[in-house]
């Protein structure tokens, strides 16, 4: 495939300032009719031809402009274009009519079936599978859409906007029109069609405007839809009180397909959801299924803002929408629930996923200056570290300046597609300061590096600080400058109180690192501090210090900021499990620390940690976060024993403890998904977790007891995550028992699937054969194939790299045959060799060969083509 460079980008020539759409759904005579009027774009080039984008349609006949049929010497049809030569150098209509087959579109982009519905899914580049297009995002128009179906077979019609008619037509069929006043680029068009069940509410804008709410579902599921609805309320009052934004239709639509591709969409005023993101229940989902309903309900909303008011001039832009929304629907949750423990769990994640991605050959930019396949930049460093970048710009400028640069964002640009720059530059103007520099984070990958080292001058009580910052390499970007690091710190004095800051560039707790090397000293001190930096991770990088472990124990005790006595405790067990798996690589047992023990048991007898954040505490470091701490020649096997060592010795030093810990947080009340409830139970399973580390009879035992007591979801998930790496007859008890309990309720057994996916033992990819074969799995479905074979290649560490590369081989015959059907899902599962240059030699052999292998398959999709030449590279 072609690459598409931002340095390349020109204005279009052409400009459609309205489309009126006429929608036939009738199976595979499907047919959409188009009006577009179109007009020269004066920035553009004039006399030239316009060129509509087109992907796998054809004409139903030939197009019309003003009302005359075109020659056939007038225009050409392509797969890929529909080009009309020499149109008008005035406005015109251009009237076109496609035939669609929706059940035959397996890619699950365009206009396609979902169980009972029709679907669309147009972002990227989806709106020309359904009309020939100016298919991009700097193409903005207001839409009219009529919708027209069998009564029986979909009694709902559905598009953007605001309705304004609805009638009967003969032959049992009906139809709606739908008129969306606000001017936006096709991907956030959007139609749903189909026989539906529904939840209703409403909301009153602030400004005491009455929006209808709606929640459309499978019928039968309506009673799990009532979290979502809540959640959506909630993030439309946060957005008013917090950003002073307005929701600015009559209605607000989503509807939950089980056939998804992603999450979640944020087409104008009619949200397409995964159901996985809008379906709970106590006795169906986790509290973490709550918790990510609740954040992408709130994200998808967000956008009709921050992407849909205001969108992106082109795909390269395409964090301004999304690393801003992902900090919108961060700052949310943190106002809902724990602030500390959204931080943290956004910052494992970042660690888990972004780090390892800026580390390996995917490797790019938050605004990527060239690609083959948009779909392949939907990634966590456009979302995540995007978003970290915003929450950096907040710290660098104040709160107040932040908010008052968002207010000229959304006046300025308002009904408008924007850049990076257009964005940055109302910060600089709100703050009257120069981010020049601060633009760096969006052009140059690779997550940067800070040493801190200290002296301390005991004659003068003066503490100084060198901070040193480098960015590594990544693909096509050798040389590197340095980048504006804030650093929120603070030193504690021998009490482990926040000793007062004065001197360089330093009073308000925040350091300003822009320099390659920088020392900052602080004088008048008593003793020698302990310095506490990143607070909040108000940088995203990696952070090297001098700090001994006896410091960090200090911290992980004292630290006035959660965030870091959480991060002491990640440091301090890191470096003890790195030096673990140098141990067993050399034939050793693994190691073990008594003052991380001692400093779990102060975390435990400590009254004022509250259990969602004790259960953090308490969370060892992944084995990812090993392996990417590791680096290079990394060895899964030893990472995996270095851990389990480590989780043993450390719950026999506190097994008294524990037991009490777990018995105090039971509760036999009804199940509430509030965060306060999810908390005590987070601790309580990582309770057990821990007390089960011995994988032993007792062991499997209590873990069957604590699934079978469950009540809820949650527990008995975390009942069955602990038996699953228990070789004993109660695990396949228990796997039978959640089979019978939840057979034909597919997503439930989705988390069945997944958890047998991610077992730690040889036999996994036998029994992930074998569940594909079952009538719980599906490789049409998206859902299905992310939790068997998605788990299976990004959550078994073990087993997807299995020495002798058999997990490798397995995953690459499973893109060969996907990508044809789906590239989509294919090419993100191929994401699971984000990392395989870092495997020791003998599995880096063995990944190697397999992506080969898919590279030398014909007739790839653009989407794995582009990630195995990236890949190899
Ligand atoms: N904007 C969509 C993602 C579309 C992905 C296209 N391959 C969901 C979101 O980020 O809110
Ligand atoms: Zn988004």
Request: with cysteine.
């Amino acid at each position: 495939p072609r690459s598409v460079r931002l340095s390349e980008y020109r204005p279009p020539d052409y400009l459609i300032d309205q489309v009126d759409l006429d929608v036939v759904l009738d199976g595979d005579k499907t047919l959409v009719t188009s009006v577009l009027e179109i007009r020269p774009n004066p920035e553009g080039r004039s006399n030239v031809p316009l060129v509509l984008d087109g992907d796998e349609i054809t004409l139903a006949g030939p197009p019309l402009l003003d009302n005359d049929e075109l020659t056939p010497e007038a225009y050409v049809e392509t797969p890929q274009a529909l080009r009309i030569h020499m149109p008008p150098k005035r406005a015109f209509s251009l009237k076109i009519t496609t035939k669609l087959d929706p059940a035959k579109n397996t890619k699950l982009m365009g206009l396609y079936r979902s169980g009972a519905a029709y679907c669309t899914q147009c972002e990227a580049e989806g709106f020309r599978r359904i009309t020939y297009f100016i298919d991009r995002p700097d193409v903005l128009s207001t839409y009219r859409v009529r919708i027209e179906a069998g009564r029986k077979e979909a009694p709902v019609l559905l598009s953007n906007g605001n309705p304004v008619e609805a009638g009967l037509l003969p032959n049992g069929r009906h139809y709606a029109v739908w008129d969306d006043p606000w001017p936006k680029p096709c991907y956030l068009f959007a139609l749903v069609g189909g026989d539906l069940g529904v939840v209703r509410d409403s909301f009153v804008t602030v400004s005491g405007r009455h929006v209808g709410l709606a929640i459309y579902v499978e019928h039968g599921k309506e009673d799990r839809a009532s979290y979502a609805m809540d959640a959506l309320k909630r993030s439309m009052k946060w957005d008013e009180d917090v950003f002073g934004r307005e929701y600015d239709l009559q209605v607000f639509n989503i509807v939950a397909v089980s056939d998804f591709n992603m999450g979640a969409m944020e087409n104008k005023g009619l949200n397409v959801f995964n159901d996985k993101y809008v379906l709970a229940s106590g006795d169906t989902a986790t509290d973490g299924d709550y918790a990510g309903i609740e954040a992408v309900i709130a994200h998808e909303y967000f956008h009709n803002w921050t992407g849909n008011r205001i969108t992106c001039r082109d795909w390269f832009q395409l964090c301004l929408k999304e690393g801003l929304t992902v900090f919108r629907d961060q700052e949310f949750t943190a106002d809902m629930r724990s602030r500390p423990v959204e931080r943290i769990s956004d910052v494992r994640g970042l660690r888990a996923i972004q780090f390892v991605e800026d580390a390996g050959p995917f490797a790019h930019p938050v605004r990527p200056d060239t690609y083959r396949e948009i779909n392949n930049f939907y990634t966590a460093t456009v979302y995540e570290k995007g978003a970290e970048v915003i929450r950096m710009l907040q710290a660098l400028i104040g709160r107040d300046a932040f908010r008052l640069g968002m207010e000229f964002y959304f006046s300025r640009h308002d009904g408008r597609a924007a850049t990076i720059e257009e964005f940055i530059a109302c910060f600089a103007d709100a703050s009257a300061t120069d981010l020049s520099q601060f633009l760096l984070w969006y052009s140059q990958a690779g997550t940067p590096e800070v040493a801190a080292t200290s002296s301390w001058d005991e004659d003068t009580g003066t503490y100084t600080l060198n901070l040193l910052q480098t960015v590594p390499k990544t693909p096509g970007q050798d040389i590197k400058k340095p980048m504006v690091i804030p650093l929120a710190f603070g030193l504690l004095g021998m009490d482990g109180e926040d000793l007062p800051i004065g001197g360089d560039n330093a009073e308000s707790g925040l350091i300003v690192l822009n320099k390659a090397e920088h020392s900052f000293a602080f004088r008048g001190l008593n003793s020698r501090p302990v310095l506490s930096i990143n607070r909040t991770f108000s940088a995203p990088v990696k952070l090297t210090t001098d700090l001994t472990e006896n410091d960090l124990f200090f911290l992980a005790r004292y630290d006035s900021d959660p965030f870091n006595r959480w991060q002491a405790l990640q440091t301090a067990a890191l470096r003890v499990l790195i030096r673990s798996v140098h141990a067993v690589r050399g034939g050793n047992r693994p190691l073990n620390d008594p003052r991380l023990a001692e400093a779990f048991a102060s975390a435990i007898a400590d009254p004022e940690i509250d259990p969602a954040l004790l259960a953090q505490l308490l969370a060892l470091p992944s084995e990812t976060d090993i392996a990417r701490e590791i680096g290079n020649d990394v060895d899964p096997d030893a990472i995996y024993a270095a851990r389990i060592g480590l989780k043993r010795a450390l719950a026999r030093f506190v097994r008294g403890a524990l037991a009490d810990l777990y018995r105090g947080l039971v509760n036999d009340g009804p199940y509430s998904p509030d965060a306060r409830a999810a908390g005590r139970r987070a601790l309580r399973a990582t309770a057990l977790d821990l007390i089960c580390a011995e994988q032993d009879d007792a062991s499997a035992m209590l873990a069957f007891a604590h699934y079978s007591a469950a009540n809820n979801m949650t527990d008995r998930m975390s009942g069955l995550a602990v038996l699953s790496g228990i070789d004993r007859p109660e695990r396949d008890q228990a796997f039978a028992d959640f089979y019978k309990r939840h057979k034909g309720d597919a997503l439930v057994l989705d988390k069945w699937l997944s958890l047998q996916a991610v077992i730690p033992e040889a036999g996994t990819l036998d029994r992930v054969r074998r569940l594909m074969k079952h009538e719980a799995f599906s490789m049409a479905n998206p859902n299905r194939v992310r939790a068997l074979i998605g788990a299976f290649a990004a959550s078994n560490p073990t087993q997807f790299n299995r020495a002798d590369g058999a997990g490798f081989d397995f995953l690459a015959d499973i893109v060969i045959d996907l990508d044809p059907k789906n590239p989509q899902v294919a090419a993100r599962l191929l994401g699971a060799f984000r990392s395989w240059r870092a495997l020791e030699p003998g599995r880096r052999g063995r990944a190697e060969f397999a992506l080969k292998r898919i590279a030398a398959t014909d007739k790839l999709s653009p989407d794995v083509s582009d990630l195995v030449i990236r890949a190899l590279a």
